[in-house]
C-alpha cells in the first residue's frame, strides 16, 4: 500500500532545504504509549540500541526511563525498522514520543514506503497522529500518519512553503 507518492513530497525530503534531521512526534503520550512502542519494536523485530551516556545497555521498561532524575543524561534508542533507515528516539518526557530520521536516508519511494509504513505501525499501535515537522520549526506538520485515514497523508502544500 502507498500512502504518498515520492513526486508529491520529495520537496518536503529535501535536506537542503528543510533541514537533515525533521522533528517527528507523537504528542499527547504517556508512559504506557512509551511501553507501547518499545514493545512494537521487539514484536516487529527491528534492530534496536538503548544507550544512556554513551553506555549501551539492555533496553528498560518506559517507566524506567522515564522516571530518571532530570539531571541524568537523556538517554536513546536507535531503531532500524529496515537497514540503511534509522530512527532515533529521546526520552525527553511522557508526554510526548518523539524521534528523529535523516531525511539523507529516505530518498525515493522505496525508502519513503519504508519511512511510511513505520510511522504507519506507530500510529496504529498508539492509535494517535505521528506527525513530521521540518528541522527546528515544531508546530507546523508536512506529513503524519492520519488514524482516521488508517494511513499517511501530505498536512502541509510544497507549494506555498
Wanted: with cysteine; aromatic share 8%; proline share 7%.
Amino acid at each position: 500500500m502507498i500512502d504518498l507518492l515520492w513526486d508529491d513530497v520529495k520537496y518536503f525530503f529535501d535536506p537542503d532545504l528543510m533541514g537533515s534531521l525533521p522533528d517527528v512526534h507523537v504528542p499527547n503520550t504517556s508512559v504506557e504509549d512509551w511501553q507501547a512502542v518499545l514493545d512494537l519494536v521487539a514484536e516487529k523485530g527491528w534492530q534496536c540500541q538503548f544507550s544512556e551516556g554513551g553506555t549501551v545497555l539492555p533496553v528498560p521498561r518506559a517507566e524506567a526511563v522515564l522516571s530518571r532524575p532530570a539531571d541524568a543524561e537523556c538517554p536513546d534508542l536507535r531503531v532500524w525498522p529496515t537497514a540503511g533507515v534509522l530512527a532515533i528516539f529521546r526520552f525527553h518526557d511522557d508526554g510526548e514520543v518523539d524521534f528523529d530520521v535523516d531525511l539523507r536516508e529516505l530518498q525515493g519511494q522505496e525508502r519513503l514506503d519504508v519511512f511510511c509504513g513505520f510511522l504507519r505501525e506507530i500510529g496504529r499501535r498508539l492509535g494517535k497522529p505521528v506527525l513530521m515537522d521540518p528541522e527546528g520549526d515544531g508546530g507546523h506538520p508536512v506529513i503524519g500518519f492520519d488514524v482516521d485515514a488508517d494511513r499517511v497523508v501530505l498536512l502541509a502544500d510544497p507549494q506555498v512553503m
